[in-house]
């Protein structure tokens, strides 16, 4: 079983909103950053926005900043993506990603796991 499970990409036109959900119940381990990265094609997988547990720290792009919002349902083991004014530069690939350190770093490589990763294509 994957240990982390999206849901919630789709098409929709630019002005519009998507929620993306991502599930960790599969894995057993306290997780202490959860995180949604992104990646359109030819460019570099980049970190959209990170949460610790608790929701300390939340940290967000500069180019989602005041559009996107991340938050986590700790019961559900769950971390959610709410995409607001969507633009057509937001079309990419977008992966949950997780650790079990209670740090959420920029960088893709601090990361150990991942989902599947599920397309959120913005139409102009």
């Known amino acids: 079983q994957e240990p982390l499970v999206e849901s919630g990409g789709g098409s929709v036109q630019a002005g519009g909103s998507l929620r993306l959900s991502c599930s960790a119940s599969?894995?057993?381990?306290?997780?202490?950053?959860m995180g949604w990265f992104r990646q359109a094609p030819g460019k570099e997988r980049e970190r959209v926005a990170s949460?610790?547990?608790?929701?300390?720290?939340?940290k967000y792009a500069d180019s989602v900043k005041g559009r996107f919002t991340i938050s986590q349902d700790n019961v559900k083991n769950t971390v959610y993506l709410q995409m607001n004014s969507l633009k057509y530069e937001d079309t990419a690939m977008y992966y949950c990603?997780?650790?079990?350190?209670?740090?959420?770093?920029?960088?893709?490589?601090?990361?150990?796991?991942w989902g599947q990763g599920t397309q959120v294509t913005v139409s102009s």
């Open positions: 990603a997780a650790r079990p350190e209670i740090y959420c770093p920029q960088s893709k490589d601090a990361y150990n796991l």
């Open positions: 599969n894995y057993t381990t306290t997780l202490g950053c």
């Open positions: 949460i610790t547990q608790g929701g300390a720290i939340i």
